[in-house]
């Protein structure tokens, strides 16, 4: 089953998000910050992860610049409240899959991550 990991330090868009997911049919792990996230990340594997813009300690950016540095090979979706412009540009910079508003639109949220699925299956055959 395909794990997507959810990384919001609010508990009620985690909750949203990993229930709107899990009724799609995925396997959803969740984590309160973006360092348990990290670690999550390095040792499961994980094929998706949804990780909210501004978070204290290890936030969006932060959870991309440190899995590029680790060579985590797992794309990522930013979730932020009003994505700016430039901000949703250095997500992408930083490789971000895309960049959701919030509050989260379910639709969307499906559409990007099987998107995302559907690119990193083509990837790999």
Known sequence: MTQILVVDDSC??????SETLRTAGYDVIEAADGERGLEIATEQHIDCVLVDLLMPDVDGQSFLRQKNRLGL?????????????????????LGAFDVLAKP????????SVEQCLI?????FE
């Open 12 to 17: 009620y868009s985690r909750r949203v998000i």
């Open 73 to 93: 090979n797992v794309p990522v979706i930013v979730t932020a409240a009003d994505p700016e412009p430039q901000t949703r540009h250095d997500c992408e910079t």
């Open 104 to 111: 989260i639109d379910t639709d969307a949220l499906i559409a």
């Open 119 to 123: 690119l990193i299956e083509e990837t």
